[in-house]
């Protein structure tokens, strides 16, 4: 059953700090998200605000028909995809991201999944990569939402944990030195918990691979 959705502005205020949007300018880190004991988990700006790599190619390649990248970032798979034809779409809460997606050529908007969006269920593929399966710490109303996104038996590619894990942390965006945006939900799921996760919701696996160390999961929808 598809959950009623509510929407937050909490992750959203987090993603306006100016770690995060500084570092998206610049296009290098390092930046981190920050548990409140201290443990930091590295975001890979450097890679996000680059060319897609050999790996993300690999996800790209299957995508089919209209494309929705969900925290779509500074944009690299949007523009790829427009540069090859394909429509699609990148929502980001963070108007510097989608600023940086448009200027690369791609569509994007700067809302949460949770608001209201263009073409609902009629979307073909949505994107949860570099872990944005954790938006919102709430994997199951995510996976709900997605459901609501794309037609009957859409896919959805997950860039899962590269070990098993299923967690859910409340953390902050910080830079090397010590500036902090405000706390946040977040999950983090290995491919296993992503799929136990994802199967009492109508998704059912379609395909899973590896490319430089880093693990993906296609799920079809119906």
Known sequence: MVRALSV????????????????????????????PDGWLLPLDVERWCAEPDLADR????????????????????VAALAADGVAALGVDVSPEAVRHTRDWGGSALCRSVFDRLPGEGRWDTALLMDGNVGI?????????????????????????????????????????????????????????????????LGWRPAGRWTAAGRPFVALRRG
């Open 136 to 200: 919102g710490g709430d994997p199951a109303k995510l996976l709900d939402r997605v459901a609501q996104l794309v037609v009957y038996d859409g896919l959805l590619m997950v860039e899962t944990a590269p070990y098993e894990i299923d967690e859910r942390l409340r953390v902050r965006v910080s830079d090397a030195h010590g500036a902090t945006g405000g706390d946040f939900d977040w999950a983090r799921l290995g491919t296993n918990a992503l799929l136990s996760c994802a199967r009492p």
């Open 8 to 35: 937050t502005t909490a992750a959203p205020a987090a993603w306006h700090a100016d770690p995060y949007t500084d570092a998206l300018r610049s296009g290098r880190g390092p930046l981190f998200l920050r548990r």
């Open 58 to 77: 690999t996800v790209l390649r299957r995508c089919r028909g209209a494309v929705l990248d969900i925290g779509c970032g500074p944009g690299r798979l």
